[in-house]
């Protein structure tokens, strides 16, 4: 309802007009915007921190993912590596030391054939040669000197097998001529990281 307002001749004086002008202002009152003074209102941060919290999630889950597929996959390698060493089972049968000859008889056991090589590039077919006190007389892979590999070698000794493997020793391999006879003199044989065995004889 509109207040009446008082005119003079000249018009509406002063005084209505103040007096309208409060009552327009109390019958239409203005709406202030409840916006929050730090410009954020508390829902959107929620949001926001909802947001935050499920991209950290989903970067943690595919690097879990990755880490186990590589865990995995190393886990699988290592159990085939382990298997086919198990699987390898390599006897010495019976050593002769004639003539500074050592003919060593290896029999296969296991369930893989296994490579006998005379290289010296590894992975290669490497032994130890003890004396009685388990003293180091010499170590050597089966190329040339001091252990030179002179026949079975270079080729597979496949299952079941029986083969000859005969090692001319050179120096300091040969040093065990200086011992005395019947010294019982012991070694270990590694094929390549695959398997090993080891075996005694007498001088």
Known sequence: MHAKIRRNKKGITPAAFSASHKKLAKSVPYRHSRMSKK????????VLLLM???AAAGAAFFWFVRIQSEAQGGTEAYQQELSEKIS????VMTAKY?????????????????????SNDAPTTTWILYD???DVVCNS?????????????????????????T???????????EYNNNT????????????????KFVK
């Open 167 to 177: 090692l001319n020793l050179g120096d300091p391999c040969d040093d065990l001529a």
């Open 39 to 46: 410009g954020i209102t508390p829902v959107i941060a929620v």
């Open 141 to 165: 892979d089966w190329e040339d000197s001091p252990a030179d590999c002179i026949s079975g070698c270079n080729n597979y000794l496949e299952i079941g097998e029986i083969q000859k493997v």
């Open 98 to 118: 004639v003539g500074g000859d050592l003919d060593i008889y290896l029999i296969n056991h296991g369930n893989s054939n296994i490579p006998i090589s005379s």
């Open 52 to 54: 935050m919290t499920v």
């Open 184 to 199: 019982i003199f012991s070694f270990t044989i590694d094929f390549s990281g695959i398997t090993g065995t080891g075996g």
């Open 88 to 91: 390898s089972n390599v006897d």
């Open 132 to 134: 009685s006190d388990n």
